[in-house]
């Protein structure tokens, strides 16, 4: 691997770390426990756009831990893995048909994430009743998605190739 491309997956999973650290501090929607913003959605989809899948699949996990040892602890880190595994899974396919936007890609990322959460969280639990939930985390994973997919789209137009 190219050293050029190392310094750019290290600055991808810093700057990562960091919009999930912002993320953290925003009380976006606070009486709705567990919505974000998706910040550090962008940083995978920009990877995923520029490098592929592997490559964006490593700086999702390696991200996914750092935070999870950083910020959280085995649940919330069980959490994101379930979540982010799954966004990473749907956003792949989707940019495969090429009949997806930056933008319908990123809200099958945001929507996806819920869900992933929704399954585990449902069976540590072990409680059905977590899916009632999943309507209004479906409708912030939407907003989400919307947002950040805007912003990629701008970001990768802006961007001077990464991977060359």
Request: aromatic share 8%.
């Amino acid at each position: 691997m190219k050293s050029k491309k190392i310094a750019l997956f290290g600055l991808l999973i810093a700057l990562a770390f960091v919009l999930s650290y912002i993320e953290s501090l925003i009380p976006v929607f606070i009486a709705i426990p567990g919505v974000k913003l998706g910040l550090t959605n962008l940083v995978v989809l920009i990877a995923l756009i520029n490098f592929g899948k592997k490559e964006a699949l490593f700086i999702n996990v390696i991200r996914i831990i750092l935070v999870g040892l950083s910020f959280g602890n085995a649940y919330s880190l069980l959490y994101s893995l379930a979540g982010g595994i799954l966004s990473f899974a749907a956003m792949s396919l989707l940019l495969r048909k090429k009949t997806f936007s930056t933008l319908g890609i990123s809200v099958a990322g945001g929507v996806c994430h819920n869900i992933g959460q929704i399954v585990v969280a449902s069976f540590v639990l072990e409680t059905g009743a977590l899916v009632y939930y999943l309507p209004v985390l479906m409708i912030s994973g939407t907003i989400a998605g919307v947002l950040v997919g805007i912003l990629c789209g701008e970001i990768v137009k802006r961007l001077p190739p990464l991977n060359d």
